[in-house]
C-alpha cells in the first residue's frame, strides 16, 4: 500500500501542522518550551518541504526533455538570508505569518534568527545571487556551482574606529536549507606528474599520475523563483579527506597524525578569501578554484553520460558553462584533460567543444585585479594542465595570430596567454577569451572599453565574440522583499504584474504628478528612515533625525570607489558649518557601509579617517543636528536590505572607468534615492533612463580622464589653486581629529605626494557643487519626491530577469521551460 501523502498544503492549517510537525520530530523540541532559534528552523524545514518536490520535478524534467542547461561557476554567492526571500517568491508569507500567530509567534521577529550566507566579497558575488533568483523565476534550467565555505566573509567590528575582523561561522549549526548528496560526491587530483603513454591503438596520451586526491561533498541549497514551480539548485562543494587516507600510518597506530592530513583536505573549502581586487599568487586560492572547477565538470560529465548516449560532439549542445570572471577559468584545461586524455577525443574536436561550452563574464578592468598565476605555482599543483595551457597557446599563436598579423611580435606578446614580462605568468583574462565563443562586459561603458582597451587585440581577432549585457538585479529581494510597503503601494497603483515584468513600472510615470500619491510614497520612505534611524542609535550609538537627507555610500572600501572623496566633501562642509552657522543648510546624515580586505592597508586608514571625522563632527556642540556622519558595522545583505529603503541619495562617485557597473546604484534607484554620480559603469545608463533631471552627474568623464592624465595629472596644481580643499586635506591631516598628526599621513600621501591615482583633487570642486544642487533639489520636497517616484517608475532595465534572457538568448540559446503544478 502506498501510504498516504503527508499534507504539504499551502494553507494556514497545513503551514502549522508541518512547522509542529518539525518541531516536534525532526527537532525534538515542545511547542511550549521551544527557542526562537528553533520555531526558525521548523519555519524553514517547512517551507522547504514544500519547495523540495518542485526541485525534483524541476530536475526530472530538465532531463527528460533533454534541453540544454546552463552551468553557472562562480567562487562566490552572496545570497544573504533565504526565508523571506522563498516565502514572498512561493506566495506563502502571509499564511507563514498566519499561522505563525496564532501559535504566537512573530514571523518578522524570526526573520533575524537567520544569519547571513555571505558566501561572497561584493557586487560579483551578489550578482551571482541575483542571477540564480532570476533563472527560476524564468524558468530557465540551470545549475549553480561554488564552494561551500566554512567561513564566509569575516564579520566586521571597530575598535577605536579601526577594522578587525572576526571569523564569520555562519553554519555552525548547520543550515535548514541545505542538503547534503553524498551518492554525488567526487573525487580531485592534485600535485604529481605527467607521464607519457601509448593508449591501445598506438596513440600517445598523457596521464596524470603520482597525484593527492580530494574529495568533494555536494550540499545542494533549492533556489526558489517568483511565481514560478522551477527550483534550480545551486550545488556547493565541501573538501573532506580522501576515505583511507594515510592508512598506513594509520595501521602503525600514529592516529593523531595521520589525522592532519585530514585536517589538511578540509582547509581547501574552509574560509572565503576576503580580497576582491588582488590575491597575490595564493597557493590555496589556486587549489580551490580548481577543486571546485573539476567537482562540478566531473558531475556535468555524469550527468551527459548517464542521460543520453551521445558523441561527445553534442556535448555543448547539452551543457552551457558560464565564467563568472576568470575565477574558474582552469575549467577550460580541465575540460580539454577530460576530453582528450580521458576520452581520448582528437585535439581539434575537443577544442571546439569547450569554446562551444565556454563563455566568460568579465567584471574588472583595473590591471591588479587581473588574475595571473605563477607558471611554477601552476605547474606544480596542476601539471597538466599547464602542458595544456601551452599547447592551446602555441596553436593559437601560429594560427589565428599569425595569419592575421604575420611575423608581428608585438602582437604575439599581447596576445599570448603566457606573460613573460619579469617572470612567467598564466594570464587568465586571455585564457578565458580564447576558450570560450562569447565574452560579455557588464554594463555599455565597460563593454566598450574592454574592447578599446583590455581586449583591443582580440576584439579585433574576433570582433563576433564580444557582447554586452548590462548587469541587473532582482525585484523581488531588493523591492518586494527589501520594502514591501512600497511593493504594495505600486501593486496597488498599477497591478502586480511589475513583479515578473518590470518594464511596466513605467506606468507610475504620472503618478509622480498626484500630490496623495507623492505623499504615500513620502511616508513610505519616512518610516524606513526610522527604522534605520534605531538601527543607528543601536549600532553606533548616534541619533539622528528622519527628516535629515539620508545620503549613503554603501560598497566595499576601495580607492576607485572613492569614499575618501565623500570624506572630503564632509570635512569640507564641517568647516563651513563653523565658518557660517546661520547658512541655509538642509541637515544631512552621512551614512556608510563597507568592508575593507584586510591586507589593504589604506583601505583600512580610509575607515579609521571617517571614524574619527564621524567622532568629532557627531560630538561637536556647535554643529549640532545639522551634520551626523556614521559608519555601520559589518556591512552585508541584510544591512543592505534596511539601508536601502531608507536612503534618500545614493553615492556612486568612483572614478570613470573603474567601475566595470555597479549593482548597488541600481538598488538605491529603484528603491527612490537619487544618485550623484560620475559617467561610469551603469550609472551611465541610469542617466538614459531616469533622465539628466533626475540624477545629479558630475565629474571628469572617461575621455576627460585620459586626456588629464596624458597631459601629466599632479594633484598638487589642484591643492594650491583651491583654497577649500587645501584647507580640507590639511585639516584632515593634522591632530584635530584623532589628537596625532601621524594617524592620517597614510591617505594624506596618497592624496599629493603618490600622484593621487583616482583622482579625488580633480574632481572634488564638481562633486561639492553637485552637492550643493543636492542640498538645495532636496529643499522642495515636492520636487524631490517626484525625481524619487521617477527613479522608481524608470529603472525597469535593470531587473536581473531582463539580463538573465538576454543571457540564455544571446550567450546560451536555452529555452525556458516552465514546470507544471
Ligand atoms: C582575483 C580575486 C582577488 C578577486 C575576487 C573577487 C577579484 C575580483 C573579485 C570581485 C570583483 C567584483 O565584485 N566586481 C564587481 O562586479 C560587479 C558585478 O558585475 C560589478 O557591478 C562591479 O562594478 C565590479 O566591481
Known amino acids: 500500500m502506498t501510504p498516504a501523502p503527508c499534507d504539504l498544503g499551502n494553507s494556514k492549517d497545513s503551514l502549522k501542522n508541518s512547522i509542529i510537525n518539525h518541531l516536534r520530530f525532526t527537532l525534538g ?149 541545505k542538503i547534503a548528496r553524498p551518492s554525488y560526491r567526487q573525487t580531485v587530483q592534485l600535485y604529481g606528474r605527467v607521464v607519457q603513454k601509448f593508449d591501445d591503438c598506438g596513440h600517445p596520451r598523457s596521464e596524470w599520475v603520482e597525484t593527492k586526491a580530494l574529495l568533494g561533498l555536494p550540499w545542494d541549497i533549492p533556489i526558489v523563483g517568483y511565481d514560478s514551480h522551477t527550483v534550480n539548485v545551486l550545488r556547493l562543494w565541501q573538501a573532506q579527506a580522501d576515505e583511507d587516507f594515510n592508512f598506513q600510518v594509520f595501521n602503525e597506530g600514529s592516529y593523531v597524525e595521520a589525522l592532519r592530513d585530514k585536517a589538511i583536505a578540509e582547509t581547501v573549502s574552509k574560509v572565503l578569501y576576503p580580497n576582491d581586487s588582488t590575491e597575490s599568487g595564493k597557493e590555496l586560492r589556486l587549489v580551490q578554484q580548481y577543486f571546485f572547477v573539476a567537482c562540478s565538470l566531473a558531475d556535468i560529465v555524469r550527468r551527459f553520460k548517464v542521460g543520453y548516449t551521445l558523441p561527445w560532439s553534442e556535448f555543448p549542445s547539452k551543457a552551457a558553462i558560464q565564467l563568472n570572471d576568470t575565477h574558474p577559468a582552469v575549467a577550460i584545461p580541465e575540460l580539454m584533460r ?24 568579465n567584471h574588472t578592468l583595473l590591471p591588479e585585479a587581473l588574475e595571473m598565476w605563477s607558471v611554477s605555482l601552476f605547474e606544480r599543483v596542476l601539471p597538466r594542465h599547464l602542458q595544456i595551457i601551452y599547447q592551446i597557446n602555441q596553436l593559437f599563436l601560429e594560427g589565428d595570430v599569425e595569419a592575421k598579423w604575420p611575423g608581428d611580435s608585438e602582437k604575439k606578446r599581447s596576445l599570448s596567454l603566457i606573460e613573460e614580462r619579469g617572470g612567467k605568468y598564466v594570464r587568465m583574462a586571455n585564457l578565458s577569451v580564447l576558450g570560450s565563443h562569447a565574452t560579455n562586459g557588464v554594463a555599455a561603458l565597460h563593454t566598450r572599453l574592454l574592447c578599446e582597451r583590455l581586449f583591443a587585440d582580440f576584439y579585433a581577432l574576433y570582433p563576433d565574440r564580444f557582447l554586452n549585457l548590462t548587469n541587473g538585479i532582482t525585484f523581488r529581494r531588493w523591492l518586494d522583499v527589501c520594502n514591501p510597503q512600497l511593493s504594495a503601494l505600486i501593486t496597488e497603483t498599477i497591478g502586480e504584474s511589475w513583479k515578473k515584468n518590470a518594464d511596466l513600472l513605467r506606468n507610475l510615470d504620472p503618478h509622480a504628478d498626484d500630490p496623495a500619491f507623492r505623499a504615500r510614497y513620502a511616508k513610505i520612505k519616512r518610516d524606513h528612515k526610522v527604522v534605520l534611524a534605531k538601527i543607528i542609535e543601536d549600532e553606533c550609538g548616534v541619533t539622528v533625525s528622519p527628516d535629515a537627507l539620508f545620503d549613503v555610500q554603501i560598497k566595499r572600501l576601495h580607492e576607485y570607489k572613492r569614499q575618501h572623496l565623500n570624506l572630503l566633501n564632509i570635512v569640507t562642509l564641517y568647516r563651513e558649518i ?13 551614512i556608510f557601509g563597507a568592508k575593507a580586505a584586510p591586507g589593504y592597508f589604506l583601505a583600512k586608514n580610509i575607515i579609521h579617517a571617517i571614524n574619527a571625522v564621524a567622532a568629532k563632527v557627531n560630538n561637536d556642540p556647535r554643529v549640532g543636528d545639522k551634520l551626523k556622519v556614521v559608519f555601520l558595522p559589518n556591512y552585508r545583505v541584510s544591512l543592505a536590505e534596511k539601508i536601502i529603503p531608507a536612503s534618500d541619495l545614493s553615492e556612486q562617485i568612483s572614478t570613470a572607468g573603474k567601475e566595470a557597473s555597479g549593482t548597488g546604484n541600481m538598488k538605491l534607484a529603484l528603491n527612490g534615492s ?12 541610469i542617466e538614459e533612463e531616469v533622465g539628466s533631471e533626475n540624477i545629479f552627474i558630475f565629474g571628469l568623464t572617461v575621455e576627460e580622464v585620459t586626456e588629464l592624465r596624458a597631459k601629466g595629472y599632479n594633484p598638487w596644481d589642484y591643492y594650491w589653486a583651491n583654497e577649500k580643499l587645501r584647507n580640507t586635506i590639511d585639516w584632515i591631516s593634522s591632530d584635530y581629529f584623532t589628537g596625532n598628526a601621524e594617524e592620517f599621513q597614510p591617505l594624506r600621501r596618497s592624496l599629493l605626494d603618490h600622484g593621487d591615482p583616482y583622482l579625488c583633487l580633480a574632481d572634488y570642486q564638481s562633486y561639492v557643487d553637485a552637492q550643493a544642487k543636492v542640498d538645495a533639489t532636496y529643499k522642495d520636497q515636492d520636487k524631490w519626491v517626484k525625481m524619487a517616484i521617477l527613479n522608481t517608475a524608470r529603472v525597469g ?18 529555452p525556458q521551460v516552465p514546470i507544471g503544478e
Not at 122 to 143: K, Q, Y
Open 674 to 685: 537619487l544618485t550623484i554620480g560620475t559617467l561610469d559603469g551603469a550609472n551611465v545608463e
Open 578 to 590: 563653523l565658518d557660517n552657522p546661520n547658512a541655509d543648510f538642509h541637515p544631512r546624515v552621512f
Open 29 to 177: 523540541a515542545y511547542v511550549e518550551s521551544a527557542s526562537k532559534n528553533d520555531w526558525w528552523v521548523a519555519t524553514c524545514l517547512a517551507i522547504r518541504d514544500r519547495v523540495m518536490d518542485h526541485a525534483t520535478k524541476s530536475r526530472t524534467l530538465h532531463r527528460q526533455s533533454g534541453v540544454r542547461r546552463v552551468h553557472y561557476l562562480s567562487l562566490e554567492y552572496l545570497m544573504g538570508r533565504l526565508l523571506e526571500n522563498n516565502l514572498r517568491n512561493s506566495g506563502l508569507y502571509e499564511s507563514t505569518k498566519a499561522a505563525l500567530g496564532e501559535m504566537g509567534k512573530d514571523l518578522d521577529a524570526l526573520l533575524d534568527c537567520e544569519p547571513d550566507m555571505g558566501l561572497g566579497n561584493g557586487g560579483l558575488g551578489r550578482l551571482a545571487a541575483c542571477f540564480m533568483d532570476s533563472l527560476s523565476t524564468v524558468n530557465l534550467p540551470a545549475i549553480g556551482y561554488g564552494i561551500h565555505y566554512e567561513f564566509g566573509l569575516f564579520r566586521q567590528e571597530f575598535v577605536n574606529g579601526k577594522q578587525v575582523e572576526h571569523p564569520d561561522a555562519w553554519m555552525r549549526d548547520g543550515s535548514p536549507w
Open 797 to 814: 532595465k535593470f531587473s536581473s530577469d531582463r539580463t538573465i534572457l538576454q543571457y540564455a538568448e544571446k550567450v546560451w540559446n536555452l
Open 338 to 361: 577530460i576530453l582528450v586524455d580521458l576520452e581520448g577525443l582528437p585535439w581539434n574536436e575537443a577544442w571546439k567543444i569547450c569554446q562551444e561550452t565556454f563563455a566568460y563574464t
